[in-house]
């Protein structure tokens, strides 16, 4: 039974009782209902925190993630290219698997008129294009009479730069990292980019880049 408050509280005794809270048990240094809203408080930091740390490890991942390229692959000298078309070329996207680690990719000269910079990197001396539908994955193909990439599967259709023109796609086509090394042109890694062809680390078809979305789909080491 609980003893009945003290006549002359004391504010700062360690136990209960002695400050005079009512329903207070003798030897007591914390009351029930105290103990009962520290713990609901401890629960609810610890919910906030499982949905709010992984959101500003997506949010602020791109800044510390590496972005340099780890592995080249030539794909052709510089005369085998040029700015007014792209010309298609099979790289390894995923070494020890043989041809099924195979992808074809659409090459051409960066245009210092035409081509847009990608934010956050230097101009690339080429532009290559992965032919991996942003919607479900399928493969796109390059119409050179409309200086289109097209996707018989659902109908996306995409610009000259990869930007998308129609149909379900959520962002442009992904591209590649280039170099030129002894007068042959080299690809690198892959990356995203947004409807304003800001670079991301590579994301899965279907992973919207832009506003709060980019947040909402972390990178994945997925080819």
């Known amino acids: 039974m609980a003893d009945s408050p003290s006549q002359n509280p004391d504010k700062n005794s360690r136990y209960t ?65 040029n700015l007014e078309s792209y010309v298609p070329r099979v790289i ?3 070494a020890g698997i043989g041809d099924a680690g195979k992808s074809t990719v659409y090459v ?16 690339q001396p080429y532009v290559v294009i992965s032919t991996r539908c942003a919607h479900l994955g399928c493969p796109v ?22 930007q998308v023109e129609g149909g379900p796609p959520v962002r442009p086509l992904d591209r590649f990292y280039t170099r030129v090394r002894n007068g042959q042109v080299e690809i690198g890694d892959r990356f995203s980019v947004n409807s304003e062809l800001r670079r991301f680390s590579p994301r899965d078809p279907s992973n919207h880049l832009d506003g709060l979305w980019q947040y909402l789909y972390p990178a994945r080491p997925t080819t």
Not at 41 to 50: Q, R
């Open 92 to 94: 390894n996207i995923e």
């Open 141 to 162: 193909r390059y119409i050179q009479a409309s200086g289109k990439f097209v996707c018989p599967c659902h109908g996306g259709v995409y610009g000259f730069q990869g």
């Open 17 to 81: 009782s002695g400050r005079g809270i009512a329903g207070a048990f003798e030897g007591e240094t914390v009351t029930r209902r105290r103990f009962m809203e520290g713990t609901a408080l401890a629960v609810g930091g610890i919910a906030s925190a499982a949905f709010g740390l992984p959101a500003l490890g997506f949010a602020l991942g791109p800044i510390f993630e590496d972005t340099s390229p780890t592995r080249w692959q030539p794909v052709g000298s510089e005369g085998d290219f």
């Open 108 to 123: 051409r000269r960066f245009d210092k008129k035409r081509d847009k910079v990608i934010k956050g990197q230097q101009p």
